[in-house]
Structure formats: C-alpha cells, structure tokens
C-alpha cells in the first residue's frame, strides 16, 4: 500500500498534449502533478515519434486528482458538436 507521500501513477497520456492539459487542471485545483515521457530515449535528450506521457501524483492526492482528470477528459455532448460532426454522429 502507498504511503500519503508517494507517487502513484494517474494516467497515461497519448501525447504531450494531452499530459499538459491534465496537469494544467490538476494545478488549478492545487495537485502538483510530476508529468514525465514514458520513452526510454526521452532522458538522453530525445523524443521518440510516438511518445507517451506518464502523469504521477502524491498518492494522498489520487482519488481527488482521478475525479479532476475524468472531468477534464468528458466527452463532448451532443449539443456542443459541430451540426456536421452532430448529424454524423447520430447518423451511426
């Protein structure tokens, strides 16, 4: 079992991008997240093509910090899509 001050792994994220999003939210709500490449060439300097992302955070923090990160990954709702994408979707 994870002591309060340990890291735990949050999520594993496809892309920088999406690492940064994640953490962006944590820090609003006052998680200090570790975000860190997940590619083993990644601490010789360089990235890999398809790289992924590793999101840590204090285990203390973890239930709080999956509940801010379901959030910040929702899906979009119907009525927020593009009528084209919408009609797309329905058309399924």
Request: charged share 30%.
């Amino acid at each position: 079992m994870a002591g309060s001050n340990d890291l735990v792994r949050l999520a594993i994220a496809s892309d920088e991008i999406e690492a940064h999003i994640w953490r962006d939210a944590l820090e609003q709500e006052g998680i200090r997240p570790l975000v860190r490449s997940r590619s083993p060439i990644a601490s010789m300097g360089g990235g890999a093509l398809f790289e992924t992302f590793e999101v840590l955070v204090l285990a203390r923090d973890e239930k709080r910090a999956r509940w801010i990160i379901g959030e910040a990954v929702e899906p979009l709702a119907p009525e927020s899509l593009p009528e084209e994408v919408e009609e797309h979707a329905t058309a399924d």
